[in-house]
């Protein structure tokens, strides 16, 4: 198969971290795999790998959009690639004379609008329902996503879908298991609750470890691995999540997970989180007690469950799809 990867969208946060290893695991394949992306990336690639950098002019978004459009259709017209997967929804607005697979990650701009600044929202509601009208296929990264998305949009429906988790052992390297280190929670996206979290941090009294608050400003990959390696638990209390994928991180490396009733994260955790029962300070503090007392067995039953998420796997169900449309 000869494959064109739409990644001039992953500059970072987990648009990059799926663009990284999704590619990453495909150089392992026989595909011939060309990507397309900002001349300015440092997206990690394979040598396998080809790579297009096209140069982005003024405002990122904007400029995005019309690189996109430009070039997309141009390398698709050079190459001949048999099929181009697309990470966002948000690619090119025109049509290609071969099958477009678009990723779907997740719908909060259409069902938390409130999150959202009315030029985003305007944004994505142009560029992803572009994205959605001309693609062949969807693939969401969750069942929540693909519910989700034929309920908001019904349109989409009639296109062929398919759910493809994402990997997590790209963190087998990581340092982890000791839950010696402080707990750890998100604060880079408002959904992320953090203020949430802070409140039932002062319901758990003297026996709280201390509370490091990730994503404000964004941390290196090292440094990311570094705090999941050394924390006593890792807190999500996320009212909106399209995947979750701290919470098969922190799993596949031995550390307990509290996860609000997020239906995405849990799917994915699979019921081997602590899970909250309502987004209260007092659901927050009891669930992490819950995880700090966790025994050796409940941690081992977790990273079992996580160590099913591989990228190998997340490229054979991608590959099955994109297969699918050709």
Same mark, same amino acid.
């Not at 970072?12 to 990507?35: C, K, Q």
């Given at each position: ?38 001349? !300015?990336? !440092? ?134 298991? !000791? ?15 953090? !203020? ?131």
């Amino acid at each position: 198969m000869r494959l064109l990867v739409d990644a001039l969208p992953a500059d970072f946060g987990g648009i990059r971290t799926y663009a990284e290893h999704l590619l990453a695991a495909w150089g392992a394949t026989d595909d011939e795999v060309h990507v397309v992306l900002p001349a !300015d990336s !440092d997206l990690p690639l394979p040598p396998s790998v080809t790579a297009h950098r096209v140069p982005l002019t003024g405002p990122r978004s904007p400029a995005r959009a019309a690189a996109q459009s430009r070039h997309i259709p141009r390398l698709v017209r050079d190459l001949r690639p048999d099929v181009v997967l697309a990470t966002l929804p948000s690619t090119t607005m025109r049509r290609l004379d071969v099958p477009l697979v678009v990723v779907v990650h997740d719908l909060r701009h259409d069902l938390l609008p409130g999150q959202f600044s009315r030029a985003q929202r305007l944004l994505r509601r142009v560029s992803y329902g572009r994205g959605y009208a001309i693609a062949d296929a969807h693939l969401a990264i969750s069942q929540r996503t693909l519910t989700d998305l034929h309920t908001v949009h019904p349109s989409t429906r009639a296109t062929p879908s398919a759910v493809v988790h994402h990997g997590a052992d790209h963190v087998a390297d990581w340092p982890g298991g !000791d839950r010696s280190g402080p707990a750890v929670t998100f604060a880079h996206q408002v959904n992320k609750n953090a !203020d949430l979290v802070h409140d039932g941090w002062h319901l758990l009294g003297p026996e709280a470890p201390r509370l490091v608050v990730l994503g404000k400003p964004y941390v290196s990959d090292e440094e990311y691995a570094a705090h999941l390696g050394a924390a006593s638990v890792v807190v999500l209390a996320s009212d909106f999540e399209g995947f979750g994928l701290p919470v098969v991180e922190a799993m596949r490396i031995g550390v307990p997970v509290v996860i609000g009733p997020e239906p995405a994260m849990l799917e994915v955790a699979g019921g081997h989180a602590f899970e909250m029962t309502a987004w209260t300070p007092t659901e927050v503090a009891r669930a992490t007690r819950a995880a700090l007392a966790a025994d050796a067995r409940t941690i081992e039953m977790a990273t079992a469950h996580a160590s099913t998420f591989t990228w190998a796997k997340t490229v054979r169900e991608t590959r099955a799809l994109l297969g699918s449309v050709l």
